[in-house]
């Protein structure tokens, strides 16, 4: 079946460490995205990416960072810059037309104690 | 100013009851838009696309109006099931897509 997956879909850790959330499709998409949301809050783009090797910072990039290798995976890392990395992380993907809509992964829930 | 604002709610309402959101949008050069739904604890999905002449699916009904800028949906004869938050979302250029904060729907027996 053709999806997204995230992994894993909880996750524990010290503050300072640097933590890095998967993200993988299979729906040949050329656009993905991570989002975060905190609660009862809506969702915040964190990056996006367009095409292999690129990528484009959204609106609370600070204290993350991203790659595009390869067009199935965008994985996230949540660096120890990150003041407050607490929160639900939604991963999307769509195809490259303007038009369509965005899939979702079932999102990873970080918590750093 | 926010690219994407809905009005957060709650929206309490009993069933059978017909409710409406609206969603502002900034950017004039917006592409597409869609209504997502979300329940707690779950990623979002989509509830159906919003194009320009409206459209309907079932109780849903979703307009745009490209001139001053926003999307509605229109949920008819409410369901317990229809509890949950809906997100509007925005296609901007350069495969920028926005939601916004999201309203919340409690539907009451």
């Known amino acids: 079946d053709g999806g997204i997956t995230q992994s894993p879909k909880y996750l524990f850790r010290k503050e300072g460490q640097n933590v890095t959330l998967s993200c993988e499709q299979n729906l040949n998409h050329d656009a993905m995205y991570w989002y975060r949301q905190d609660p009862g809050q809506g969702l915040r783009l964190i990056y996006y990416s367009q095409i292999v090797n690129d990528f484009q910072k959204g609106d609370i990039a600070e204290g993350y960072s991203v790659s595009r290798e390869k067009k199935e995976s965008f994985p996230l890392t949540v660096t120890s810059a990150q003041k407050n990395p607490t929160a639900f992380y939604l991963c999307a993907s769509r195809d490259s037309s303007m038009n369509t809509e965005a899939f979702f992964g079932q999102g990873t829930r970080l918590t750093v104690v | 100013r926010k690219e994407v604002e809905q009005d957060p709610g709650p929206f309490n309402v009993p069933e059978g009851a017909t409710v409406a959101f609206n969603c502002t949008y900034s950017?004039?050069?917006?592409?597409?838009f869609f209504w997502y739904r979300q329940d707690c604890r779950k990623e979002p999905k989509l509830l159906m696309s919003?194009?320009?002449s409206g459209n309907e699916d079932g109780r849903f009904t979703a307009q745009l109006n490209r001139a001053s800028q926003y999307i509605s949906l229109l949920i008819r004869d409410s369901k317990l099931s229809d509890s949950a938050t809906y997100l509007c979302v925005v296609n901007v250029g350069g495969f920028k897509t926005i939601f916004g904060a999201g309203t919340r729907l409690f539907v009451k027996a």
């Open positions: 950017n004039s050069a917006s592409q597409s």
């Open positions: 919003v194009y320009s």
